[in-house]
């Protein structure tokens, strides 16, 4: 039963502190994508990256988030320095390609992340 | 801004009764997909609706599609409070080139056994 992974499940951390959270996508999967979701903000997305490359990061503060995947099985977001407004929910979700660029996405069970 | 928007917000109602959602969008898609969270969890997947297409039936689950008036529903049939959980609909937008999908705000469904 193929599933997205993600680590840790939770976090709470100090203001200032750096934040690395992980997720394994669903081998064969070739799109990978980064979302937030808070209750005032709902789901958004942050980041997405196609077999490996990064696509489109708008919807991410650039000065303190960053996107990776330094290889197939691995994709990490990195928030430095964190902010009490980072607090949310960090889904990761690999995509599968239904029908020339149709996606049925795969959610991992999320990063709860606090920042006090 | 939202793509899509769930109407109503929130909805409760009785074990064996039916539920529909409601979803709004502004642009054109290729195509619309409902998923539901349950409280804690990741979103999971549940049809995928393309833009020719009018009806979609999966199991209990009923989904339309009006695209000249940018509207989707998604009806739950014979409702039991494990169909308990926040839906939403996603668009993937056409013309854009961008390969993702548009998440709206959810409804919250309470079946109440």
């Known amino acids: 039963d193929a599933r997205v992974t993600q680590t840790p499940r939770h976090k709470v951390t100090e203001m200032g502190q750096e934040v690395t959270m992980r997720c394994q996508p669903i081998?064969?999967?070739?799109?990978v994508f980064w979302y937030r979701q808070t209750m005032m903000q709902g789901l958004e997305l942050l980041a997405y990256?196609?077999?490996?490359?990064?696509?489109?990061d708008s919807g991410m503060p650039k000065d303190r988030f960053s996107a990776e995947m330094p290889d197939a099985t691995l994709a990490t977001l990195k928030i430095q320095p964190s902010e009490p407004r980072d607090s949310a929910v960090y889904f990761c979700?690999?995509?599968?390609?239904?029908?020339?660029?149709?996606?049925?996405?795969?959610f991992g069970p999320g990063t709860r992340l606090t920042v006090t | 801004s939202q793509q899509g928007e769930e109407d109503p917000q929130a909805l409760s109602i009785q074990e064996g009764e039916n539920a529909t959602m409601n979803c709004s969008y502004k642009?054109?898609?290729?195509?619309l997909q409902w998923y539901r969270q349950n409280s804690g969890r990741g979103l999971v997947h549940l049809i995928l609706?393309?833009?020719?297409?009018r009806e979609k039936h999966s199991g209990r689950l009923r989904v339309t599609l009006d695209t000249s008036k940018k509207s989707s529903s998604l009806l739950i049939t014979a409702s039991r409070a494990a169909d308990t959980a926040s839906y939403f609909c996603?668009?993937?937008?056409?013309?854009?080139?961008?390969?993702?999908?548009?998440f709206g705000s959810g409804t919250r469904l309470q079946v109440q056994p």
């Open positions: 979700a690999s995509g599968l390609v239904i029908t020339s660029g149709i996606y049925e996405q795969y």
């Open positions: 081998l064969g999967h070739n799109t």
């Open positions: 990256f196609r077999n490996r490359a990064p696509l489109d």
């Open positions: 642009t054109s898609i290729n195509n």
């Open positions: 609706i393309r833009s020719n297409e």
């Open positions: 996603a668009t993937d937008r056409s013309g854009t080139g961008r390969r993702a999908l548009t």
